[in-house]
């Protein structure tokens, strides 16, 4: 039986074959900092897109796609400056944030799913 870290890598990578076959081009995995973590970086045209990628076998506890919350779109957006910061390469590209959400065996890409995003949601702390 799979833990949640491995059936989310499971989907991660699904995820990434299924954006792929649309022309996405992955760059990278799980890249984590102390802010959080981006599940998906790649480049589609001439973007910079960070992905969430979320998971629900049925609808019945909700769509994937509402789990990705104000909190979680702030982490990433944080997670995204650091990653610029690192791979000043991507820098000269227009940076775009998607959600894949995978219902059962339906996937549902939204490009421009949120705008960057920083401080603006209430703390969980």
């Not at 629900?56 to 650091?82: H, N, W, Y």
């Amino acid at each position: 039986m799979q833990n949640k870290r491995e059936k989310g890598s499971e989907y991660e990578r699904k995820a990434a074959a299924y954006l792929e076959q649309q022309g996405f081009q992955t760059l990278s995995f799980h890249f984590s900092c102390r802010q959080g973590e981006i599940d998906l970086i790649g480049i589609e045209k001439d973007e910079l897109v960070f992905v969430e990628v979320k998971y629900r076998r049925t609808s019945a506890m909700g769509f994937p796609e509402e789990a990705v919350d104000q909190i979680k779109q702030e982490r990433i957006c944080r997670c995204s400056s650091l990653f610029l910061l690192k791979h000043p390469e991507y820098r000269h590209l227009q940076v775009r944030y998607d959600v894949v959400a995978i219902c059962g065996e339906e996937y549902r890409w939204y490009r421009n799913a949120f705008p960057y995003t920083v401080g603006r949601g209430k703390r969980s702390w």
